[in-house]
């Protein structure tokens, strides 16, 4: 039995594809949570419903791996996610778009395909000068879903340097509120600058980053994220 959130990411290509068997490879004895990557939440704090994330969120190809994961035990939380340090500031900038995210968020959680557990929140970057607004963000978030299960987790995405930089995310000020920090510790050697080739993650790399949020965080809230793909490194003589 697993004893440590192991949170795994569906990203959606990947159940859009013929080519790509996502059924057949999705290990359910080894996942806690799978999240699935996912919905945009648009600038406007509504959920793009036009694109192929939501299309494939609405399948029935998508209905059945959720099932499939809920009766091994799986936890499923979708992931929302604004890209671009403009548009998160622009949406978070109001109380009226963010209710209106809010209020989007709470729209397809009481309409999913599955009964969901949480949701995944990945807002990539938030600037500094939107901290406080996105604190306030997940804030209201956390009351709604309250309202219709207090046992509704977030989870939300942030970078390997943010328990040392912070930025946009009050981790201390959000601790109450959220499950979980998914930790996106992905690429902590810069292949334009390394002497070698080698790990993206060295070990001592990744625990320098788990000891930074240890003094920031709960343990308990702390999920470390790991890559489970590879780099092409240039060589000298190519």
């Not at 919905?39 to 793009?48: A, D, F, S, Y």
């Not at 999913?112 to 949480?118: C, Y």
């Not at 980053?209 to 709960?218: G, I, Q, R």
């Amino acid at each position: 039995k697993i004893k440590k959130e192991v949170y795994g990411f569906l990203w959606y290509p990947y159940v859009d594809s013929d080519s790509d068997k996502a059924e057949s490879y999705l290990q359910y004895p080894y996942l806690t949570t799978l999240a699935y990557a996912g919905l945009v939440l648009k600038k406007e704090g509504n959920i793009n419903k036009n694109n192929a994330p939501y299309q494939v969120w609405q399948s029935q190809r998508l209905k059945k791996i959720l099932t499939d994961a809920k009766a091994e035990g799986v936890k499923i939380h979708p992931r929302i996610a604004t890209f671009d340090s403009d548009n998160v500031n622009f949406l978070l900038e109001t109380p009226k778009r963010r209710q209106k995210a809010v209020l989007s968020i709470i729209e397809e959680i009481r309409n999913a395909p599955v009964a969901i557990d949480g949701v995944n929140i990945d807002f990539e970057p938030v600037p500094s000068r939107s901290r406080d607004e996105f604190t306030d963000f997940i804030k209201s978030l956390r009351a709604e879903m309250d309202k219709i299960n207090p046992d509704l987790e977030i989870v939300i995405d942030t970078f390997s340097s943010t328990a040392i930089s912070e930025g946009g995310f009050d981790l201390e000020a959000l601790t109450p509120y959220v499950n979980g920090f998914f930790v996106m510790s992905f690429t902590l050697v810069d292949q334009d600058i390394a002497e070698k080739a080698g790990s993206l993650n060295p070990y001592k790399s990744l625990n320098k980053v788990a000891d930074n949020y240890l003094n920031k965080v709960p343990s308990d809230k702390i999920i470390l994220g790991f890559p489970f793909y590879t780099a092409r490194w240039n060589t000298e003589d190519n």
